[in-house]
Every structure is written in C-alpha cells, then in structure tokens.
C-alpha cells in the first residue's frame, strides 16, 4: 500500500520525505489556505511541493462548472508532470474528469461518501477515488465498510482507479484499509508518526541502553 501525505506544509512534506515515508501527496483547499495564507501564492506552494516529491500531487479545483474546472485544472496540470487534478464527486466533476483523461491528465475524484458515486467515478476514468472515511465515522457510519464496498466493486469490474484512502484519522484505518488491500492512504503528518510508536518500543530500547551502559566504557564499542 502506497502512503501519501495529506498535507501542503512543505516542512512537513520535507521531513516524511527525508524520512522515505512518503510516496506523493494529497492537498485540498483548505489545507492550501491553511498554509498559503495572505504571503504565498497556492500555486508557488503547489509547484514547490511537486519539486519536492517526485510522486503524485493532487491539486485540487475550486470552480464548479464543469467548464471552469477544465480551464483551472489544465493550468494546474502545467504547473508539474506529477501533478493530479483533484475534483469533486458532482456531475461537473464526473464530466472534467472524462474530459481531462482524454486529454492524459490524471484525475483523483475526491469528496467520496458512497459506493455508488465510486462506481462513476471509474467510470469516468479516475486514476484515483478518494473516499473520506474519517467524516463518515464522524456521522456514525462505518467508513472502512465503505471502502470493502469500493474494493470489491473495482475487482469485479478490473478498474484501474486506484482507491485512495482519505480522512485518515488514525493509525487503525490505516491497518484496516491495508488488510482490505487499498491501493493508497493518504494520512496527516501525525497519524504518520503515530503509525512508528509504540511503548514496548520505547520500553524495550531504554532498557537495551540501560544495560549497555553497565559495560566498562572501554567495551561499550561496537
Ligand atoms: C483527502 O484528499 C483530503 O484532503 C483529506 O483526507 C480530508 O481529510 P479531513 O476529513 O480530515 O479533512
């Protein structure tokens, strides 16, 4: 399973990437705000970013117009080869993610809450779908049953769109969307480093070292 970051914090893109943890990232416009804020410009941040990592980048429309969402992703698929025009799961989004596959600019369809609206998205060509299991557990559904749905409906079919697991709010969707065998989990800089803990870990390395330091110093050399 691939890990993307979910995230436009470049020194936190830098350090999983320092770190080999990443394999591309997925930003959205809130996360861009968040970061951009009145000094950036969202597409110099963008454009760093894609410098940054060689994998996918998905950058995300604001139109709503199927129309508008051409010309906005179009002018972000300039920005860099590994950029991924993200857009959301309405009829326009369908129609802009058709258009843009036939034009060879990859598409991740985001805002998934259903297994219906996942089927479309494939349907219209999607390299990625990326379903939000974290805001459907908020409103007490199970979102990684959601992602069983969407596995199984793509194999039964050969789809190629990738599921991209997104509203990642823990390390157990990670390891629940790995044993249904999702394609990719995009997850935020603290459920990645939550993902390397563990206490035994840490209890097991203190007590190693304590017993090390029992040696004289002149054999403490390895
Ligand atoms: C995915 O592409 C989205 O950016 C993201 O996972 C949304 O997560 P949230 O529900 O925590 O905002």
């Not at 990437?17 to 591309?24: K, R, V, W, Y």
């Not at 494939?122 to 390299?127: D, E, L």
């Not at 409103?139 to 039964?156: H, S």
Request: proline share 5%; hydrophobic share 45%.
């Amino acid at each position: 399973m691939k890990f993307f970051l979910d995230s436009a914090d470049v020194s936190e893109i830098r350090r999983a990437m320092d770190a080999g943890l990443i394999d591309g990232i997925t930003t959205n416009p809130s996360l861009l705000a968040k970061v951009a804020g009145t000094d950036h410009d969202p597409r110099d941040v963008l454009a760093e970013i894609c410098r940054i990592v060689p994998g996918p980048i998905s950058a995300e429309v604001v139109a709503t117009t199927r129309d508008e969402m051409l010309r906005e992703g179009r002018d972000l698929a300039k920005l860099a080869d590994n950029i991924v025009v993200k857009v959301p799961l309405t009829e326009a989004g369908l129609m802009a993610c058709r258009q843009f596959r036939s034009e060879d600019i990859r598409v991740n369809v985001t805002l998934c809450f259903s297994a219906a609206q996942a089927l479309l998205a494939a349907k219209a060509g999607a390299s990625y779908i990326s379903p939000f299991v974290g805001r459907l557990d908020d409103i007490a559904q199970d979102g990684m049953e959601l992602i069983e749905q969407i596995v199984q409906i793509y194999g039964n079919y050969d789809f190629p769109t990738e599921v991209l697991v997104a509203s990642v709010r823990h390390p157990v969707h990670v390891v629940q969307a790995a044993l249904i065998g999702a394609d990719v989990a995009t997850v935020p800089a603290k459920v990645l480093h939550q993902l390397m803990q563990h206490p035994l870990t840490d209890k097991g390395l203190a007590a190693f070292l304590a017993d090390w330091e029992k040696l004289p110093e002149a054999k403490r050399v390895i």
